[in-house]
């Protein structure tokens, strides 16, 4: 799963990622590109939820749609 961050990378100091609202924790597993979108391999039921991202900078911190990810048994 490939989650893009739909802001201009280049006008963002920091982007971090939440699931349902909660921070999501990165390892080799879970990982960002540099244009900030998220991946997730080897996706399991844990992984499912809204997913959404966050950008602070120097103005009032913003937050894309959500994006919802399900996983099929």
Not at 16 to 39: H, I
Not at 43 to 68: F, H
């Amino acid at each position: 799963h490939v989650l893009n961050c739909e802001v201009n990378p280049d006008l963002v100091s920091f982007i971090r990622w939440e699931q349902n609202k909660e921070p999501v924790e990165l390892d080799q597993r879970v990982f960002t590109l540099p244009s900030g979108a998220l991946v997730i391999s080897n996706a399991t039921e844990a992984d499912a939820g809204l997913y959404r991202c966050v950008i602070e900078n120097a103005g009032p911190t913003k937050t894309s749609e959500e994006a919802e990810i399900q996983i099929l048994p």
